[in-house]
């Protein structure tokens, strides 16, 4: 009998591998057939857990593997580019950690690639699949927060300094893409400052301005060198304003019911009047279900449908070019720098199977 | 019997008004002869719980009365600076609300007023005087915190939206007095962005960053459209680290010691040894005197013995430089503006009495 | 012209008897005429504020000046029955701070002067004039919750050491008061224990659970030596359940759509089958307004017309024999101690004027 | 070549079986050999997970076993006793989820058992293993906090209800234990309350003191019908006093130098002279060693050497004479019930191997 499952390969079983590992393991639509590392000790590890799922230091042996369907990529960023490129190219679906790559350039080429085998790119946007960020869309697309004034996220931490990113393509990242997904409006610019601390190492601390055409602003201020965790955004509305703290085991998405009224405008031009709304806040009930497992669901729905995932390479493409837009503003110390594209409707990628 | 006590006069008995007035006469060294305004209620109001204390909607009636020593400023923005102007040339002290006038240049000529005629000229950055900043302040002269990396503030709130301030000279004022007292280095550079959510008013959202010549950068992020009151600053130093919130009851400061270890350079250039301390946090007892009473007292102190304040007709200057500098930034979207001087050595600005 | 503002002399400008004079000073329908205190510096800071106000270190001259009409009584627990005897026995309403008296038999005695003098007697239990404990008590008697399970509180802080009372006169006292305002049912018997820690003082931790004979369970934890300020209620429903927290600036009150479920009786006798609800959380919008103001008010308004007060001294009375019953369980190690009377019909205690 | 290490078996593979078994694997010192439990699903699941490790549904495969030199019993409550004593007469050491039985009488029977057998019988307190309550113990024994004055802890959640114990056994159990361990006296009596919201059920809510020969008390106060989840104690000394929150991922103590301090005393007999500390607050660095994991090797440490274990037989009897006497005083609404006997030296239950 053949098994209907998907088959999938990982490679990377350092910080965020194991994760990956043990969704695709939990998933009943998923067969986990093997997993590449170069280090024979965390090969070792994941045998001890996983007794039934092949190891191996060559890449090359899941690329060869006819019954892997799929390939995950959990490893350094300098490499995403290089081993996503193999994996299409050796027929696999892919779904790489963030950021895609290490330029929008090489992010152009994967998915030229996969639109050109039809095949599914990925990209591990996570945030974009926890249930609290799903809320916050829902309340944006339901217009319950009327006209989106703000986006402003803090998300710092003493944190991993990673020796080939800098802070913002490994925090800024999930802020950008959760913009992406949660606005319908395209940034147009982006100014940014960012700190290097440390000699020799990338910006650990760094503070994004996204403009866009209308009234909407968003910033993102990420930071490895802080004393305390902290991951709180806020969305601010012409009706409702959202504080969002991912730290908060329940509670984390909480909805105020305030804001200003604007009155009849006054004779007096050194007046305006303006009134304060101050009501009920409300915390909606928030799924605790793991936000990986969701997206791992979506990955093998999409591998096996061929619809487009909601992180899909072009998502992944426009995250690259704000990030990247943004490391030139910090090289200029804050000058703004124009964003090429604006969204286009999103299409299908390639037919379904 | 000759009466020793300072002879003061409040001019505007709006918001802030009353606090000065209420510790104005609970200071045992000073004397509060009358208060001026434009309503009659809000004089009905100050009589109604001072009837010892004069009232009258002329300013005049202060300049003129010569058991007047020195007067308080506590109206809007835009009138400060004339005020301010006839109180010295009336041969008043003078404490203005912060900021202390709408532009660097009429600053600088109120400086130079009260520099000719021997005037103390302060103005009223509260926050100077708050235990919790003068704390901070303590533990940064003293190298507790090593090499200053990092000052990083949120103040937000649903605000009033002022008319003819925007909100980095309501709310970002505050926390530029506090960089220039606690660093000991100026700024060079600021970028700077806001947004106008509400048509026909001044900013009410900006991200401000300076830059230093060292590696120090501050960062302040203000708000009137927030739905809940945020005040806390991350001040961030090679050997440990502050979170000060201004809205905890009693615990304000945080000193947390944590941060990084830097071992030998490693051969591998794509590998840097970072190493984490996770230590102890210390939360230090912060008195719970009020601020005001303190800068009061500082005032009176600085009248009567010709002392140089704290919060000077310099230390305000340098306030207001960089506020006009950072607004400047924000009409050109994060564009970096150069600062103009640089700190100088801090002499008396006349000689004591 | 005929002053129909209610004449009002306070006893006692020590703790809260500022707080009171303000009140009756800021409220329209009141004209306040006297203060009394033991204290000549007392006296001279109460001039200081409002020179308006006469002062005296002779309580009968409020007793015999016939423009009061009213007194409030701020001063130690054991003055307090001798005070307000001789305030009505002079003909005077009277408003005593909590508790009432020292003992339930003496508050008999003036709940009987008061009535046969038709005079109105009320007692100081602040917190039911608050917004917080108002909203509590509508959604009480609206049902919302449900059938109530429990009122669990915690009222701790490192506190004044009380010469004549312990801590359950002086904590708990404003619990069982808001007990007795929220709940639907009297207590018929206490259970409590009570601890000293300070040789020769009274007791400075106690807990105190009072029974209802509905599942209703009131739960009460004072401490004069807790290291933080802790104001925390849990009111537990059928339906829905509040966490009150006192010290919040904005978000006291939090109602939780949680609860639990109950499933047909299952046959193994080892099962029942509970579920459990996790719904959203709200937390309503609560009035900033001062409670005392709100009692003051109240106070006003029931000495002009007449009507019974919502602290009245009936209800204060109960208050006292719940705290008379509970320090004789506390003496006994937590032995349970039947309380006297049920609830009956509140009627007026006199007829309208 | 003969295998060193302490071979294992575990009973119970439901809520908390997974903890042990997970940590028995990763303990190098230690091999699972096989998992039994009643539910073929459940063995299912362990399968998945661990292809390496046995299961069975007979309980007697895990006594009958050979290789097996010790047994973990993670099932119902009621099943305790008829288990631990059927794995100690097949000469294996046993280790049993808290509660270790039902009764202390069947508890004492277990004990004589082991020691007769010379084999270790060690109680699953897991929160005596946690880094916390190493640290509290620490402190209390250096005598950082002076005399003890109380213990206060509050356990509440929406928790599962259960069947065979009521909340105290379920989560007063905790309190007790860790303070048997933290101080340095025995209780010797007890007073608790507590209420049954749901017929049919055990109390779901109770309240707790335990009297002590000195001036030390502790109250614990457990719910399983709170809409947040609270797991807070306070530890009060004369010196020093502990705010524990195990709900706070880093800062878990916080040590305050805060207290009283008792001045001569006064010739008034009304007074007394109490003044206030109101010191730093200290925060030490807590490890992030799962308890579990200590627990876990601290029991092959005590298989291996014979010696008595932190949280052995005569612990576990102490804290359900405790739970017993609690449960009497509930029964009676509070009234108090003396404890047995007193702590006596402790002694090693037998001679190490």
Not at 24 to 45: C, E, Q, Y
Not at 208 to 234: E, G, Y
């Amino acid at each position: 009998m053949q098994d209907i499952r998907v088959g999938m390969g990982v490679v990377g079983y350092g910080y965020w591998g194991p994760n990956l590992v043990r969704n695709f393991v939990s998933n009943p639509s998923a067969r986990l057939v093997a997993i590449a590392d170069l280090d024979p000790g965390k090969l070792a590890a994941s045998t001890r857990l996983y007794p039934g799922v092949a190891t191996t230091d060559r890449y090359e042996d899941l690329l060869k593997d006819p019954s892997i369907d799929a390939i995950a990529i959990a490893t350094p960023v300098r490499t995403h580019y290089e081993l996503a490129l193999a994996a299409l190219k050796a027929g696999k679906h892919v779904l790489v950690e963030k950021p895609l790559a290490p330029s929008a350039d090489l992010v152009r080429r994967l998915i030229d690639e996969a639109d050109r085998r039809k095949l599914t790119l990925m990209v591990d946007h996570t945030f974009l699949y926890t249930p609290a960020v799903q809320k916050i869309r829902e309340l944006v697309l339901k217009e319950e927060l009327g006209e989106i004034y703000y986006y402003d996220s803090t998300r710092s931490s003493l944190g991993l300094f990673q020796s080939d990113v800098n802070v913002i393509w490994d925090l800024a990242v999930h802020d950008v893409s959760i913009i992406q997904y949660i606005l319908n409006e395209d940034p147009v610019a982006v100014s940014a400052t960012g700190s290097c601390h440390v000699a020799g190492t990338p910006e650990n601390m760094a503070h994004i301005t996204l403009f866009f055409d209308s009234k909407c602003v968003a910033h993102v201020s990420v930071n490895w060198l802080s004393p305390i965790k902290v991951r709180q955004t806020f969305v601010g509305g012409s009706k409702k304003m959202i504080v969002y703290d991912d730290l908060e085991p329940t509670e984390k998405i909480k909805v105020y019911d305030k804001g200003i009224t604007l009155d009849e405008p006054s004779e007096d031009a050194h007046q305006f009047r303006i009134g304060y709304r101050a009501g009920d806040m409300w915390a909606p009930h928030i799924s605790a279900k793991e936000a990986l497992q969701t997206e791992v669901e979506h990955f093998i729905d999409c591998v096996r449908t061929g619809s487009p995932p909601i992180s899909g390479g072009m998502s992944g493409l426009r995250v690259i070019e704000i990030l990247e837009a943004a490391s030139r503003s910090i090289a200029d110390q804050g000058r703004p720098v124009l964003l090429p594209g604006r969204r286009t409707s999103v299409t299908p990628v390639r037919a379904t199977a």
